[in-house]
């Protein structure tokens, strides 16, 4: 999120971030965002009789804030249509793992036991499927013979600091657009995949 905010900053992204939403008091976000000087809130879904009831408050802080488009970074809810269908198109997620291999947790470690050459990370649009709406960019990096969980994650998160801004702009700009069930990019039908950012 913080490689996000300084995007917006430095001009990268043509928007500014207009609010923070955790659902743990303790989110390393929240912080951040208050260095920043961005509204911060906690809504926690423990207090909520429904995860609809939880997501229909979020939407009223997104609406309060003027929220355009929603980007997820660390929210480790599974979301439903109640919260998904108003930002349809508008709400990125990016996933620790070349996507579709390994939705879900602990995608280092599967990919790790598995044997892969390489892992990742992608950005994608998000849909009511966990993990599944269509891609807009991924970056990889090769696994090496002494790659352990820890090495492996830390590649992997500093790929997630670069192509996920980059997604952010893009979206913004209008560049890349959800399409049904593909993503676009300057009016292009991406590949499942998206973009190939180590191919630029």
Known sequence: MTAIIEACEAGKIKGSPALVIANNATAEG???ARKHGIPAIVCDHRQFASRETFE???????RQHQVDVVILAGFMRILTSTLI???LGRMLNIHPSLLPKYPGLNTHQRALDAGDRFAGA????VTEELDAGPAVIQGHT????NDDHN???ERVLKIEHQ???LAVAWLCEGRVQLDGATATFDGQRL????????AG
Do not use: K, N
């Not at 590949?191 to 180590?198: L, N, R, V, Y």
């Open 30 to 32: 929240l912080e951040s």
């Open 163 to 165: 192509i996920y801004p």
């Open 142 to 145: 090769p696994i090496v013979d």
């Open 56 to 62: 229909s408050q979020i939407i009223e802080e997104l």
């Open 85 to 87: 269908a108003p930002y």
């Open 151 to 153: 090495t492996l994650r």
């Open 191 to 198: 590949p499942p995949t998206g973009i190939d950012f180590a």
């Open 122 to 125: 992608t950005v994608h649009f």
